[in-house]
């Protein structure tokens, strides 16, 4: 998915799907779709300087999503409380974008440094984007 995210907490995506994320006959994969709206909450946390794993994704789809079309994903940071942020999302199709097709509410809790230095130790990469900054 390409996409854009700002300091302010809001993130976009844009993606066209084919026949390999079909569930239903010319249908996007739910599944997929909840993993691109959770990927940009994450996106609109991460933007923010927030750090976080997901650990709660709620997904309401609204109208089926077609193969093959443009689509453009969404997401605002809301609130935050400690190490735990809301982030709300939307995917629609770019040629009508009033139209919600699904939308998503996650929550992000920020792991303490030395947590996430033990989760992630295997990958060798920096864990920033899973920690507590406040």
Partial sequence: MEGSSTPDGRATGRVTLGKPHEGPPGLV???IAATLLDHVLARAVRAAVRGGLTATLTVTY????QLGVPLLATAEM???DGRRTTATAR??????PATTLAEAEGLFVALRP???????AATGRDVGA???RN
């Fill in 91 to 96: 995917l629609v199709a770019e040629e009508d």
């Fill in 62 to 65: 609204r109208r089926p999503v």
């Fill in 114 to 120: 030395e947590r996430a230095a033990d989760v992630f």
């Fill in 130 to 132: 899973w920690t507590s």
């Fill in 29 to 31: 994969h739910g599944g």
């Fill in 78 to 80: 809301g609130t935050i």
